[in-house]
């Protein structure tokens, strides 16, 4: 994973997602997503999977909350994987690198915890950067119509296995 975006503020600071700061991240999750962010299919998989604190992080400028990307683990047919989602960096804040670092963090985070894939809903544009495809997620099953192009994966381990199947509680 190598990321080519303008440098972030000198200030950012990446930490663990903490509870007290749910209403700050709703706040900035509704700025960035607008009223539609509930009837995406990405919630439908939420409500399914585990939450992953310790994958999750939020970005800080100084005091001030600029971007979230929380992480979750759910099943993908019969393997355990990471779920990234939601995503977001506050529209103030955009194109400045944030997106990418908090990526790149949260992806590196589960690969330090021996996750075998991360996989998400979202733009191939933005996230085959990263090393997400479209053809390592095609054969899975999510809880809701989608564009399944926009169903992307990124393996972490060598030895994972391939994934196909439906969704389900891990
Ligand atoms: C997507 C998002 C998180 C990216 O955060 P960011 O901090 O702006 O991203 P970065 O600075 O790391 O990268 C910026 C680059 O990605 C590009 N980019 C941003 N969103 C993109 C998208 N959806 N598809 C393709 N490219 C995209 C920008 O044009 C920019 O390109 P440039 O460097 O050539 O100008 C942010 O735009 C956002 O919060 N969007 C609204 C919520 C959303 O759509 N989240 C993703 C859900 S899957």
Known sequence: MSVDFCPPPP?????????????????????????????????????????APELSFCAFDGETLVGVVRMWRVKAGGETVVFLGPLAVDPDQQSAGVGGLLVEKACAAAKAAGEAWVVLVGDAPYFQRFGFTAADAAAIRLPGPVDQTRVQALKLRADAAPLAGPMSRA
């Open 11 to 51: 200030s950012l600071t990446l930490k663990n997602e903490q509870l007290a700061w749910s209403d700050r991240i709703e706040g900035l999750l509704d700025r960035a997503f607008g009223p539609g962010r509930f009837v995406k299919v990405s919630e439908r998989v939420r409500e399914i999977a585990e939450f």
